[in-house]
């Protein structure tokens, strides 16, 4: 390798390395999709992840005809968190409901109910685990007496 390359390689292995992390931050919260059951032909699909120590929700029904109303009903672990109307739009006949609800303490099991006249759609899993989060503090116990560089106090 020619010396006028060296420092060229090694610029862009410094970049690449910076990239990494960023890339990974960006995707640290996980999405799980599962996929509904409906009585007709529709198709429903469930998506969940953890957004900043709430839940997102993702809701989303295809039907293939536009303007169709839908009563959708959200709950976690049994009990009603939201319960909105959506209707399906063109191009592609369908809706699709987004909502943060919170994070309740235990296992979150998140189940959508969307309903028209004829038809039902249902989906329903556990939520992804939340990521642990980091002590962000330095009043731990290897910390300078009397410091309160921590502002825990």
């Not at 060229?8 to 292995?13: A, D, E, G, V």
Request: glycine residues 8%; aromatic residues 4%; proline residues 5%.
């Amino acid at each position: 390798m020619s010396r006028s390359l060296i420092p060229l390689t090694l610029l862009l292995f410094a970049t690449a390395l910076l990239a990494v992390p960023a890339a990974f931050a960006k995707g640290s919260h996980p999405t799980l999709s599962v996929r509904g059951a409906c009585t007709q032909q529709s198709t429903s699909t469930l998506k969940l992840s953890r957004d900043d120590r709430r839940v997102e929700v993702e809701f989303e029904v295809d039907q293939n005809r536009n303007r169709v109303p839908w009563k959708v009903t959200l709950r976690n672990n049994g009990v009603r968190v939201a319960s909105f109307m959506a209707t399906t739009r063109a191009p592609s006949g369908s809706f699709e409901a987004r909502r943060l609800i919170a994070d309740r303490p235990g296992m979150d099991r998140i189940s959508a109910h969307a309903v028209r006249s004829g038809e039902t759609c249902s989906a329903s899993h556990a939520a992804p685990k939340a990521a642990s989060r980091a002590s962000t503090s330095d009043d731990g116990p290897g910390h300078d007496a009397g410091d309160d560089h921590g502002h825990d106090g």
